[in-house]
């Protein structure tokens, strides 16, 4: 059998003869691939017979066609004549097994459905706001438990998560800030030096890495290395079923998972920050006095006297929020992982962009408020 | 039925480090019947469907399907070897990204050119021969009960047609109705799409039910092949137990015990 080729490449012939449609050569899923299904549906609608004694293969995209030919025919559709017992059994077995008339043509587009696709958007949109309110509020209330019967804190894994949100960004963080701090004293220098005024490089490197940079960029940092870690981890827990094993142990999942990553991040957070804001005066410093000549002894004194100490305060005073935000985002978006990969994959890259936005929005009305109250 | 096998295994040694699981294996199946391949865990039943479709290189021996060796054939003739086989593996192996409908035009997709509607169409044909119900076409595996995964899996199998479909233990945790009904799902696509069966399976029902013959792997090759009633006439201690036991007799393969 080997001689004859396996996969044939001989069209299948259509030939009316009279109100006979005589069908000839191999009817497969290969020949459809060249069939002119259009003509020979022009042909179909004169026949009263189809033949199909000359074809020499049939598979079941052939008897689709042959199904799908006949019902085209004369008189509310056409005979099949001339099949074996096997290809009349495939015949009627596909017959049987035919798309339902109007099947798969649902009405899409036309305004009604995409005011209903907008509403239903905005309907999940605020559901999974509400759902993530509840789960901090989950979250914090488990952690006022804890502060009540301290015993129940895993803090084996507090400090685990430290070292791995904290300890280990230190060097990634660090040099960041410390580059963030050379830009800064660079191209503020060459705009200050046009008014002569290089001097107050240290004022702007203080205040906008103090007040807003250093932490920022560390929270987005931390956002994109510990969020998406946190969903990876308790998703894939989520996928193998050990958070439902766990809660059949009477082992509550927020209490051993969330609460102790969240209170890691609470803590490393503003460390990390203060880490920063060293790093960003440095490297500033160095490039003001590479750049500018204002040495490391004037760039102290100015920095002493000049800077207020509330910018360093509303910087740090942000760090446990912004924590918090992308603890609870992580783990929530962690907790939501079906059964699949791919929800894994598409909730790991949605924690992280949503947890960078809402730093950056909760950022923004820190601005506000501390504009209205005045530091 | 005096054709030659459609697969033809001769010799067949496979090894993984020092571990021999198969030591001069011979099998023949022949042209659309129905092989439950049985044997005892780690008597390598899933390898040897591997090393038949190519998946796994044996050690040694030679293993042809439809005339043509699997192992020494050039990509282009292996390529159009495989479109005439399908394979279901155990839990279904959909691909968790795509539809039930989107995973069975993938082989049509990527095996031929035809127009989409027709691929819609045939592949909504298959997805109705295996029994699932209109509305699972457009939802993920993951939303699938294991039955239905199953069944996806051999409607992807039988995407193409294929003369023979391997089937790896189709009715394992499937309920008893559910694992019967897929029985009979095997039956009747046999006959109305003339398919070869290779049928990995654990279940005396499934055996008792579908299939024509039985080949049971035991120290490292086929120990005896036969229908099931020449299986209660071998003497060894593993079969013996296998088609002589409680189960065997609540599957109705033996006549009950004289009281």
Redesign the interface.
């Known amino acids: 059998m080997s001689d004859t080729p396996p996969v044939s490449d001989r069209p299948c012939d259509v030939i009316l003869d009279g109100n006979r449609l005589r069908l000839a050569g191999h009817l497969t899923i290969d020949a459809l691939q060249t069939f002119d299904r259009a003509a020979a549906a022009e042909l179909a609608r004169r026949a009263v017979v189809i033949d199909i004694t000359e074809t020499d293969a049939v598979d079941t995209a052939g008897a689709w066609l042959l199904v799908a030919l006949a019902a085209q025919g004369q008189g509310g559709g056409a005979d099949i004549h001339g099949a074996s017992s096997h290809q009349a059994q495939l015949i009627d077995t596909v017959r049987a097994n035919m798309p339902p008339p109007e099947a798969g043509s649902e009405a899409t587009g036309g305004m009604t459905d995409r005011l209903a696709r907008l509403g239903g958007r905005i309907h999940g949109g605020a559901g999974a706001a509400v759902e993530l309110v509840s789960f901090l509020g989950q979250v914090v209330a488990t952690i006022g438990g804890i502060i009540l019967h301290p015993r129940r804190l895993r803090l084996t894994s507090v400090v685990h998560h430290c070292q791995e949100v904290g300890w280990n960004a230190v060097p990634i963080v660090t040099l960041m800030s410390f580059l963030i701090g050379v830009v800064l004293a660079f191209q503020g220098a060459a705009q200050l030096s046009q008014f002569g005024a290089e001097v107050f490089v240290v004022d702007l490197i203080a205040i906008s890495i103090l007040r807003e940079l250093g932490i920022l960029l560390t929270a987005i940092i931390v956002a994109g290395r510990s969020g998406s870690a946190f969903t990876a981890a308790i998703g894939s827990m989520k996928m193998r079923e050990e958070i439902d094993a766990m809660r059949t142990l009477g082992l509550d999942p927020v209490t051993i998972l969330v609460v102790p990553r969240v209170l890691a991040l609470i803590v490393m957070l503003p460390a990390l920050g203060l880490i920063a804001d060293v790093a960003g005066l440095l490297g500033g410093a160095v490039m003001a006095w590479v750049d500018l000549g204002v040495s490391p002894a004037a760039f102290q004194a100015r920095l002493v006297g000049n800077t207020d100490l509330w910018h360093f305060g509303v910087g740090m005073i942000k760090a446990p929020f912004f924590a918090l935000i992308i603890g609870i985002i992580g783990c929530y978006e962690g907790m939501k992982v079906g059964g699949n990969a791919e929800s894994l994959g598409r909730l790991t890259s949605t924690s992280v962009v949503l947890s960078i936005f809402m730093v950056i929005v909760m950022d923004a009305m820190f601005s506000i408020f501390f504009a209205v109250v005045g530091v | 039925m005096a054709d ?1 096998p459609v697969i033809r295994v001769r010799g067949l040694v496979t090894r993984f480090g020092r571990h021999v699981v198969h030591d001069g294996l011979d099998l023949d199946v022949r042209r659309g019947e129905v092989l439950g391949v049985v044997g005892g865990s780690g008597t390598g039943k899933s390898v040897l469907l591997r090393a038949i479709v190519g998946l796994l290189r044996p050690a040694e021996g030679q293993i042809e399907v ?3 060796s699997v192992r020494d054939t050039p990509p282009d003739a292996y390529r ?2 495989r ?2 086989w399908g394979v279901m593996f155990q839990d279904g192996a959909l691909f ?2 795509l539809t039930v409908r989107q995973n069975v035009e993938a082989p ?1 997709r990527e095996q ?3 127009p989409p509607d ?1 691929m ?3 592949a ?3 997805v ?2 295996v029994g699932l119900p ?1 509305d699972a076409q457009g939802k ?3 939303e699938l009960s294991g039955g239905m995964r199953k069944r996806a899996g051999f409607a992807r199998a ?1 995407a ?2 294929p003369e023979i479909v391997f089937l790896d233990e189709p009715t394992a945790g499937l309920d008893p109705i559910g694992a019967a009904a897929f029985d009979r799902l095997i039956r009747q696509l046999r ?4 398919l070869t069966v290779f049928l990995v399976t654990h279940d005396l029902d499934s055996l008792h039910a579908v299939c024509d013959r039985v080949a049971v792997l035991a120290d490292r090759r086929v120990l005896a092949i036969g229908s099931i009633a020449d299986m209660l006439d071998v003497d060894h201690p593993w079969v013996r137990e296998y088609f002589h036991g409680p189960r065997a007799r609540a599957a109705k393969i033996m006549p009950p015990e004289p009281a």
């Open positions: 030659a439809l005339g043509q159009r070897l479109r005439r968790s990204s049509m031929l050119d035809l027709v819609r169409t045939l909504g044909i298959k109705r021969m209109e993920y595996p993951s039988i193409l047609d006959d109305a799409l003339g």
